[in-house]
């Protein structure tokens, strides 16, 4: 019932920018943390960005100082805000997010977007 729809992804040059979002819709109580993912062909998903409920962030050295991540609460929705990008960043990017439901109160799911394509050319 709970669902995650990315957007934003698309082809971008070397040094360019991208804002990913990620909207979280259904019958939502509370979403706790929220992360981006990403995985490149042929290798592991591996975790971009964090957030907490209470706003605290934290993110691989990979891409500290290029990557921030952002979440307003009232429209359930999580940022990945990219600038500098490299080809090495070129993945598909996926947002999670822990949420409770009203219906399993007392219950916290993980749930997965489908994932949105960012290409980095060289």
């Known amino acids: 019932q709970v669902q995650l729809a990315e957007s934003g992804g698309g082809l971008v040059q070397t040094g ?15 979403i706790h943390d929220m992360n981006w993912y ?17 706003d605290s962030t934290s993110y691989p ?37 822990f949420i409770e439901d009203a219906v399993r109160v007392g219950t916290v799911y993980s749930y997965w977007g489908q994932g949105t394509q960012v290409t980095v050319s060289s």
């Open 16 to 30: 360019g920018s991208l804002r990913l979002s990620c909207a979280a819709s259904g019958n939502i109580l509370r």
């Open 61 to 97: 050295d990979s891409v500290k100082g290029r990557f921030t991540i952002s979440r307003d609460n009232a429209k359930n929705t999580v940022y990945l805000r990219m600038n500098v990008l490299k080809p090495e960043d070129t993945a598909v990017y996926y947002c999670n997010a």
């Open 38 to 54: 990403r995985q490149a062909p042929g290798k592991q998903r591996e975790l971009v960005a964090s957030i907490t409920s209470g």
